[in-house]
């Protein structure tokens, strides 16, 4: 289980991720705008992404931090269904 111990925004971001995917095998955020909260890297790995497309997984994860989006300047997601 891969939660992020960095900064409150990657906590805040890894426990909403976590709420929306609970099947999720693993969540990664990591703040890469150098601790503002302005750019994040996201990884999520669950099983909801199963027969879906790689755009349609990405929609997936900006519905679910749709509040916390309006905030960011950028945010790269990465996505995947467990091997």
Same mark, same amino acid.
């Given at each position: =289980?891969?939660?992020?111990?960095?900064?409150?925004?990657?906590? +805040?971001?890894?426990?909403?991720? =976590?709420?929306? @995917? $609970?099947? *999720?095998?693993?969540?990664?955020?990591?703040? #890469?705008?150098?601790?503002?909260? *302005?750019?994040?890297?996201?990884?999520?790995?669950?099983?909801? @992404? +199963?027969?879906? =497309? $790689?755009?349609?997984?990405?929609?997936?994860?900006?519905? *679910?931090?749709?509040?916390?989006?309006?905030?960011?300047?950028?945010? +790269? #997601? @990465?996505?995947? *269904? $467990?091997?």
């Amino acid at each position: =289980r891969g939660l992020a111990s960095g900064t409150d925004g990657e906590s +805040r971001l890894a426990r909403l991720l =976590r709420e929306k @995917f $609970p099947r *999720a095998s693993a969540i990664k955020v990591v703040d #890469i705008s150098g601790g503002c909260g *302005a750019m994040y890297e996201i990884h999520v790995e669950s099983e909801e @992404f +199963r027969e879906k =497309r $790689p755009v349609q997984q990405h929609q997936m994860v900006t519905q *679910a931090l749709s509040e916390e989006i309006k905030h960011m300047h950028g945010l +790269r #997601i @990465f996505t995947s *269904a $467990p091997k």
